[in-house]
């Protein structure tokens, strides 16, 4: 195959349309699955190829259902508390413990509470019994012959236990598809071998392994397969031949070393290449052999809404059991969100409860951002048809996670520290089920968000150049109409970040206006940013004559990451994240980092343990280690308005 030649996009296809096309045509396949026998005790979620009946009764005799005496309910008739009657032991009665054998000629059980002991061989009542009081008859569980589980029932540990005690000891079930997963690319490496520039590591594919088990599937994942077309061609015969379906992942796009598509052609048939949903364009359907094949892109969240539209329902097909249906709620958008005409979008969303609302916050959209799926509450699907959605509108997301996580969950919206994912982790540890939910959109953006209401807590560090004091002017200019208060945080040091050595020899900011220097930005409205502003304006400098000025990053990890990477040569950040990433730091000031709330909110539990959490010493030991903070008087409240 020609090296510059490249694939083109055989359909542009609707996810519903794309769905219905595949499964039709790989539906003889779904079918000829099978099935295999188990022991009961071994069948535990796995799926009943046919309805189940029982083969004997349960209790299989009539049984007593209490500790006590059995005896001919007859022979208690005249009982009462003015006329006792007594019993003789084996004439009138035997003791029976509960589960024993009840038969002729007993037939009813008077608990030992309400026996009063004479001597060793009499006893005396002073209730009369009822026929087969107490008693367990047979097949009062199970009768023989009754059904007890219905055909493609996913089977539970109580159901274990009918089927053991209806005298099943083998159970037919549906076998697990297996499902081949091939990891291509020349960059790819698997998790323990030494990266290095230009690697990436293969955790798509043991992320799509983890699903198939999880849905019921047997993974069958092969070594990364290099970018050529003869060794792919061939991994892709051997896993058809081995599996019942095949997922292959990266080489699904349109570049000039992307095989999937033609090799597919080559060996089958190519029902869809192109799919209307983004993330995830670059999908590929086909079958091979009759068997179905997925190809899935190379970015880690593309690859994910792909085997969760494609893969996930295709293995609840063949084991003939119903895909779970995932919760839906209705949710206040924070930000707006635009989309594109030609593509249904799914946006990765958290949400936190405020008083009675859901608010729901847009994470990063990139394709290849792993960590906002592991962040992720829900989904919005933003239709083909719709351009945006506005700041406010309601939304319907569909959960990935629990309900009651979100209900205590402390949402926080605004400025980007470490500390607030160790606080995270220590309300995890020690506040049983509560959550720090963390949205990073600068310290203005934070402001914003408790002027909408849309959060409990937002991190703020915002230099006011009047007063030289951090946080309260803007508190009381964009917030006049609530009554705020701030939670005091942490003193920490910013300053410029450079990589290990200072090659360039930056020592201050002026260094930023020099010809060889490229810098880069936080966002706008970020507390960074306003103190870089404030210094720069200080020193009479032009922001225009600083290269870099304009790029924007919305968090200090992804300063850093770019200063590390060398695409940048320096950036303004924090100390503990130099640290962190093995940066050189030049200080330049400290600065105060607070928690903005509204005052109703200090009363919530879930905030309480937060402020006992900000001042525990845990927290203060670990920031000590980290380095680039001081504690004064964390957890102090100081009210605003």
Request: proline share 4%.
């Amino acid at each position: 195959m020609n090296n510059f030649q490249r694939n083109v996009y055989l359909s542009n296809l609707e996810l519903e349309e794309a769905k219905e096309l595949f499964f039709t045509e790989v539906e003889e396949e779904i079918e000829a699955l099978g099935t295999e026998i188990l022991r009961v005790e071994d069948s535990l979620n796995r799926i009943a190829a046919k309805p189940v009946f029982a083969k004997i009764s349960s209790p299989y005799f009539n049984a007593s259902a209490m500790d006590g005496i059995a005896i001919r309910y007859k022979s208690t008739f005249e009982a009462n508390e003015v006329n006792p009657v007594r019993l003789k032991k084996g004439s009138d009665f035997i003791y029976v413990d509960t589960g024993d054998v009840i038969k002729d000629p007993f037939d009813s059980v008077i608990m030992i509470e309400d026996v009063v002991k004479i001597d060793d061989e009499t006893v005396e009542i002073i209730k009369a019994a009822s026929p087969w009081q107490h008693v367990r008859p047979v097949g009062e569980d199970i009768v023989a012959s009754e059904m007890i589980i219905p055909a493609f029932h996913k089977i539970t540990p109580v159901d274990i236990g009918a089927l053991l005690s209806g005298g099943i000891l083998e159970i037919a079930v549906i076998k697990k598809p297996r499902v081949g997963i091939i990891p291509t690319g020349t960059e790819i490496i698997n998790p323990e071998e030494e990266i290095s520039e230009g690697k990436i590591i293969d955790s798509n594919s043991r992320m799509f392994e983890a699903l198939v088990v999880q849905y019921g599937g047997q993974a069958n994942r092969y070594k990364p397969v290099v970018d050529d077309y003869k060794l792919i061609k061939e991994a892709m015969i051997k896993a058809v031949e081995e599996n019942d379906l095949v997922v292959i992942n990266a080489g699904s796009s349109a570049g000039s070393e992307d095989y999937s598509s033609k090799i597919i052609e080559e060996l089958g048939k190519v029902i869809a290449h192109g799919i209307a949903i983004k993330p995830g364009k670059p999908a590929i359907l086909g079958k091979i052999n009759n068997k179905p094949i997925i190809g899935l892109p190379g970015y880690p969240v593309s690859a994910y809404f792909v085997f969760d539209a494609f893969v996930t329902p295709l293995i609840f097909k063949y084991l003939k059991h119903e895909e779970e249906k995932r919760q839906k709620v209705e949710a206040i958008l924070s930000s707006r969100l635009m989309s594109s005409l030609k593509h249904l979008e799914f946006v990765r969303i958290k949400i936190g409860k405020i008083g009675e609302k859901l608010i729901a916050t847009p994470l990063n959209r990139g394709a290849g951002v792993t960590m906002s799926l592991v962040r992720a509450d829900g989904v919005l699907k933003i239709p083909k048809t719709v351009e945006g959605i506005e700041a406010g509108e309601k939304i319907e997301v569909e959960l990935l996670k629990d309900y009651k996580s979100i209900e205590n969950t402390i949402v926080s919206i605004g400025s980007h520290d470490i500390i607030m994912d160790i606080i995270a982790n220590e309300m995890n540890l020690k506040s049983k089920g509560m959550n720090l939910s963390s949205a990073h959109v600068g310290s203005l953006g934070g402001i914003m968000a408790s002027r909408r209401g849309e959060c409990h807590i937002a991190p703020i560090h915002l230099l006011d150049d009047k007063t030289g004091v951090y946080n309260i002017a803007y508190a009381k200019k964009y917030l006049s109409n609530k009554k705020m208060a701030l939670i005091k945080g942490v003193k920490r040091v910013q300053g410029l970040m450079v990589r290990e050595g200072n090659p360039k020899n930056i020592n201050s900011i002026k260094d930023l206006t020099r010809e060889d220097i490229i810098f880069v930005n936080r966002q706008k409205g970020a507390g960074t940013r306003v103190l870089l502003d404030y210094k720069l304006n200080e020193l009479s400098i032009n922001p225009e004559d600083i290269k870099g000025y304009d790029r924007e990053m919305t968090t200090h990890m992804t300063v850093a990451t770019a200063v590390l990477s060398g695409t940048a040569d320096v950036g303004m950040g924090i100390e503990s994240v130099a640290k962190t990433m093995h940066l050189d730091f030049i200080p330049i000031g400290e600065e105060d980092y607070d928690f903005l709330i509204e005052e109703t909110f200090l009363e919530e539990k879930k905030i309480k343990e937060f402020i006992k959490v900000l001042k525990s010493e845990d927290l203060a030991k670990q920031l000590e280690e980290i380095g680039g903070y001081c504690l004064e008087a964390p957890g102090e409240i100081v009210h605003i308005n």
